[in-house]
């Protein structure tokens, strides 16, 4: 497990668990809003009124 990787994986798990809505801004400037419902080493999982998978 890299620093990186143990520096996001409790911060990514509090947003879940205690349902903080977040921002997430893409490479190309798009703003995504919603709460963490998943996440793993490569993804995370937002959901709004849909949910989004979205690449690290």
């Known amino acids: 497990m890299s620093k990186g990787q143990s520096l996001q994986d ?3 798990n509090a947003l879940r668990r205690e349902r903080v809505p977040v921002s997430i801004y893409l ?6 809003q919603g709460t963490v ?8 999982l937002l ?8 690449y690290k």
């Open 10 to 12: 409790p911060f990514l």
């Open 27 to 32: 490479v190309n400037g798009i703003k995504l």
């Open 37 to 44: 419902e998943s996440f793993d080493q490569f993804v995370v």
């Open 47 to 54: 959901r709004n009124t849909v949910s989004q998978m979205v």
